[in-house]
């Protein structure tokens, strides 16, 4: 990238979190000329640059120093942390702000046939997740000896396709499990969109300038209260 002493900040393209992630930063008062296909937005008030990925790159990009800050679920934030720690790759990342949007909660759930069940019939079970790290270590703590079936998406038709007995995966209304005929078991992870920070980052221009936002999130967090 051409201009180092810019900030840099993830954020992602298009999703869940795109809508509020430039909201925010319009209420930061950070100016941007976003357009459709590009990458990046360069600010035109403050020298901020930002770029605009799939919400599971910016864990990485943060930690790796490639950005100095990134907007993204704590759901991914959690999952890429465990899987660095679990391969003993350094990079780390710290929590500027939980934020008021992306609330879901990553669940247990499987058919509703089965009826109500308690932990111990996991025991001997296959659950399909996106999110491998944080389901085994629940089960870990749990003491359940069920094993881990990694799928990137369409979760919730696993146990029909045969794939799975169970699910682990991110409910906010409950309708795609209720539309998949799957019954709602125990939260493992409550989740809101956050602000991560390289926590390596020693640049003082950067650092004063992420000085002069924090209170102007407080701010706006604090007017919608
Ligand atoms: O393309 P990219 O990789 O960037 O996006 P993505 O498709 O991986 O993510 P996206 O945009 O779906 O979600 C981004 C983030 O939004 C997630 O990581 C969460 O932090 C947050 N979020 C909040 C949610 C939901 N609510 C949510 N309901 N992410 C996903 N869902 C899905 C869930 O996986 C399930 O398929 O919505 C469905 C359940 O919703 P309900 O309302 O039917 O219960
Ligand atoms: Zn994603």
């Known amino acids: 990238m051409s201009n180092n002493n810019r900030l840099r900040i993830a954020i992602q393209k298009s999703g869940r979190l795109s809508k509020d992630c430039q909201e ?45 800050l990134g907007i993204v679920g704590e ?17 780390s990342v ?4 939980k934020l008021d949007f992306g609330y ?7 058919p509703q046939e089965l009826g109500k069940q308690d932990k111990s019939w996991f025991s001997g079970k296959r659950i ?9 270590k629940y ?3 749990e003491d359940i000896d069920a094993s881990v079936v990694m799928l ?13 007995d169970a699910i682990c995966d991110l409910v906010s209304t409950g309708a795609t499990l209720e539309a998949n005929g799957l019954m ?20 003082a221009g950067k650092l004063a300038l992420i000085d002069k936002l924090m209170p102007r999130l407080r701010g706006v967090k604090q007017a919608k209260e």
Do not use: F
Not at 48 to 64: A, H, K, N, T
Not at 75 to 91: H, I, M, T
């Open 184 to 203: 709602q078991g125990d939260t493992i992870l409550e989740s809101n969109a956050c602000l991560i920070q390289n926590e390596m980052l020693k640049d």
């Open 128 to 136: 399909a997740t996106t999110y491998p790290e944080i389901l085994s």
């Open 94 to 97: 710290k929590k500027l702000a």
């Open 152 to 164: 990137t998406g369409s979760v919730e038709v696993a146990p029909r396709a045969g794939l799975a």
């Open 75 to 91: 759901n991914v934030l959690e999952e890429a942390q465990a899987e660095r720690a679990r391969s003993g790759n350094k990079g």
């Open 139 to 141: 089960l870990e703590r």
């Open 24 to 68: 925010l930063l319009k209420q930061l008062g950070i100016k941007l000329n976003l357009r459709e296909q590009r990458l990046i937005a360069h600010a035109t008030n403050m020298p901020i640059d930002v770029l605009r990925v799939r919400d599971d790159d910016i864990p990485g990009l943060v930690m790796d120093g490639v950005c100095d």
């Open 104 to 110: 879901c909660r990553l669940a247990l759930a499987w």
